[in-house]
């Protein structure tokens, strides 16, 4: 059975501008995304096409400087965009808030030269990009990574392994983390990779439970040479680099959580009103009423808590622990709204001829990236009570 399309949701935007563009995000959706979104998913297929739509439609740099091909967006719109995409496909939803991630490196602590360089691809020329920091034995503990880069010259030389990395195999650039100096966080170093540099191979997609279309792979370097105008920022600045990077890339999670948790609702509703038992509809009985009631109720409280953090951001405040709280929040209650959605369906529910069994896989997954759940519970009370005794 054919996806539902998103019931539109009420938001409050700031512009006229912001209208307009959430306007034409759902016609993409409406168009491009979700007529084929369950077929696709299902067969496993990466839909570069329609990030080409949404490059040709300046989506893809919504949070960045226009003078540098991105879309002068606050944070507080982009992530209502991210919203409205991964409620008709997660694959592209998360795949927007990844591309996102690995541009927030450059143009946050990059050089002018290289932002004006690189930036006006990477945000609005058709290209895709991938964040490397995980690697097979340092995921919560990224500080512990152990892909090494050695300073050759006027070059570096990148060699190790990093581990699932969305797009990987398919991005066009990647911004990776290296150390280049002492264990620990102050001896990692960021770089921008090109996607087809001598010695970076892909290996094979990741077989998952969920979001079969976005490919995840180790990718491999086998000393890949990049220039040292290629470094972002010092020596060493790597680290920082990243958890400003993850900030911001928790709040896009939240939001594609939001996204799933909504499409679920919408899913569970319209079958409610039209499923019959007992001669009247199942939406006529107080305890999946109740259920339904339950399942709005987080999502608007989701949708809240992101946009209090995002605004936090825009205005030039301190956001990290609001960050890891709307992560934390909209991820676990976006599992909990898509599980109950298929309670809702019933037997169908566990069948793919409805959506709500794979909204309830996908949601899985965003417990767990750009730091799992407990990872934002060690965030946020290190703000609380500050770091843990030695």
Known sequence: MPDRAPQPVDRQLPTEESRDLIALVRDIV???????????????????????????????????????????????????VLEELAAARLTVGLGVSVHTLACHALAGYGAKEQQTEHLPAMLGGGLLGGYCLSEPSSG???ASLRTRAVRDGDDWVITGTKAWITHGGVADFYTVMARTGAEGPRGVTAFLVPGDAEGLTAAAPEKKMGMKGSPTAQIHFD???????????????????????????????????????????????????????FGRPIADFQGLRFMLADMATQIEAGRSLYLAAARLRDAGRPFSRQAAMAKLFCTDAAMKVTTDAVQVLGGYGYTADFPAERYMREAKVLQIVEGTNQIQRVVIARHLAGPESR
């Open 140 to 142: 919560s503990d990224a």
């Open 223 to 277: 000393g890949v040479r990049v220039p040292d105008a290629h470094r972002i920022g010092d020596e060493g600045q790597g680290f920082t680099i990243a958890l400003s990077a993850l900030d911001s890339g928790r709040l896009g999670i939240a939001a594609c959580a939001v996204g799933v948790a909504q499409a679920a609702l919408d899913e569970a509703v319209a079958y409610a009103r039209e499923r019959r038992q």
């Open 30 to 80: 409406q168009g491009e995304i979700a007529p084929r979104a369950a077929e696709e998913e299902d067969a496993g297929h990466f839909p570069r096409e329609v990030f080409s739509v949404l490059s040709e439609a300046g989506l893809l740099g919504l949070p960045y400087d226009s003078g540098l091909g991105g879309g002068d967006q606050p944070y507080e719109v982009y992530l209502q």
